[in-house]
Structure formats: structure tokens, C-alpha cells
């Protein structure tokens, strides 16, 4: 039962151009939702969080939105760079656990 | 300031042998978690200590047990390797026993069971 879900295994961009990455969950008492950024033979990278109380939260380049009725986060990259190019994971926790559950991750490449 | 480290960085067991994967917490960090990342999927939680005590687990078997010492280093120990363990596992540290404070991730131990 995969609780975070991201459905898009791979994108591809042109560098300049707008990368968005999405995520879907099922669990709607998740309440902290984040990104993180893992590049080959390094471990992920923290790279923006939302709280349930927020629908998006703005960090440099990389916005976040939340849908709390679609359930559905999304990570826009504007704009993208090639050394954006990583796989990106989205995470979902519920207050109360010690856990983030994992989506299984989109690989996006940046075109220069 | 050194990030989380791991050892080792690659390892290659036997089914049925035992393993012993290390990982040095973030200065300052005293809450450290264990995720198993199989191939094409993302990191799974297998479980988390705060000081020194387990305080969390996730749907792995009991062969999969771990410690976490005074100076915050951990350990992670599986017994009875089976194929499917085979993965990357990964460490992460935090200041806090909260999530939303974030996890600093190791670069991971990749484990080949054959």
C-alpha cells in the first residue's frame, strides 16, 4: 500500500523552463509534507517543506503547493538549471510518529 | 560542522551471514533514524533512536536491530540476510526528536546479499 505516490518516474526540462514534480498521498491525517533532492552516491538532501496549515511555501527557485482536497503536492523549479538535475522525493509524516513514508522518486534531467 | 557518516560506503554478504552497518551522527544531533532504500523505490523507515533508546519502528522484522551509543553514533544490525536485503540504507541524524525539523541523510551503505 504505497501512501505517497508519485507517479512520473522521469521529466525532462529545457534549462530556463519551469520543472514541476508531483506527488499524490492517500493518508489525508499526513501533516508535514516535504521535498528532498538526491543525487547519484550521496544521501537525499532536504531540500523545502509545507504544513498542512499552508498552501505553499516559496524558498528561492523552489515553490511548493499543497491541495489538501486533491491531496496532491506539487515542487516547481523556476527556473531550472541543469544542476537541478537529481532525483527528487517527496515525504509525508504524521504528527505523532517518528517516520517520513517516501514517495519512490522522479528523476529529472535539465536540458542545457 | 561534518555531516552523517557511513561505513562502510559498499559491502558484499552472504545469505544467512549477519551484518553490522555504522553511521556517525551530525554534530549536535541526537536523534538518528535507518531507512532501507530497495532498488527503483523510495527510502523506507525501519526505525529511529533518541537517546540511546529505540523510539520508533517501522514494518521490518526483528532480525533488523539497532543501538545508538552515549555519543550519538548508531548502528544498524541484520541477522539472517536474506536476498531481498540487498539495498542502499541510509542513515539520517536530527537535532530533535520532530520531524519538522528536518533530517541531515548520510551518502548510504550499499549492501549486495547474494
Known amino acids: 500500500d504505497q501512501q505517497v505516490k508519485q507517479n512520473s518516474p522521469s521529466l525532462s526540462v529545457q534549462e530556463g523552463r519551469i520543472s514541476i514534480l508531483n506527488c499524490d498521498y492517500t493518508?489525508?491525517?499526513?501533516?508535514?509534507f516535504l521535498w528532498y533532492k538526491k543525487y547519484p552516491a550521496e544521501g537525499p538532501t532536504f531540500l523545502i517543506s509545507?504544513?498542512?496549515?499552508?498552501d505553499k511555501n516559496e524558498d528561492g527557485r523552489f515553490t511548493v503547493f499543497l491541495n489538501k482536497s486533491a491531496k496532491h503536492l506539487s515542487l516547481h523549479i523556476v527556473p531550472s538549471q541543469p544542476g537541478d538535475s537529481a532525483v527528487y522525493f517527496c515525504?509525508?509524516?504524521?504528527?505523532?510518529?517518528?517516520?517520513?513514508?517516501f514517495g519512490t522518486g522522479t528523476r529529472l534531467k535539465v536540458l542545457a | 560542522e561534518t555531516g552523517v557518516t557511513q561505513s562502510p560506503t559498499h559491502l558484499i554478504k552472504t545469505r544467512g551471514q549477519q551484518v553490522t552497518l555504522r553511521c556517525s551522527s551530525q554534530?549536535?544531533?541526537?536523534?538518528v533514524s535507518w531507512y532501507q532504500q530497495a532498488l527503483g523505490q523510495g527510502p523506507q523507515f525501519i526505525f529511529q533512536?533518541?537517546?540511546?533508546?529505540?523510539?520508533g519502528r517501522g514494518n521490518f522484522p526483528p532480525r533488523f536491530s539497532g543501538l545508538q551509543f552515549p555519543n550519538y553514533s548508531s548502528e544498524l544490525n541484520v541477522n539472517a540476510l536474506e536476498l531481498d536485503d540487498s539495498a542502499l540504507y541510509l542513515c539520517?541524524?536530527?537535532?530533535?526528536?520532530?520531524?519538522?525539523?528536518?533530517?541531515?541523510f548520510g551518502s548510504g551503505t550499499r549492501l549486495t546479499v547474494v
Open positions: 533512536y533518541y537517546r540511546e533508546e529505540e523510539n
Open positions: 554534530s549536535g544531533h541526537n536523534t
Open positions: 493518508n489525508s491525517m499526513f501533516d508535514y
Open positions: 539520517a541524524s536530527s537535532a530533535s526528536i520532530g520531524l519538522n525539523y528536518g533530517y541531515t
Open positions: 509545507i504544513s498542512s496549515i499552508k
Open positions: 515525504a509525508a509524516s504524521l504528527e505523532g510518529t517518528y517516520k517520513y513514508i
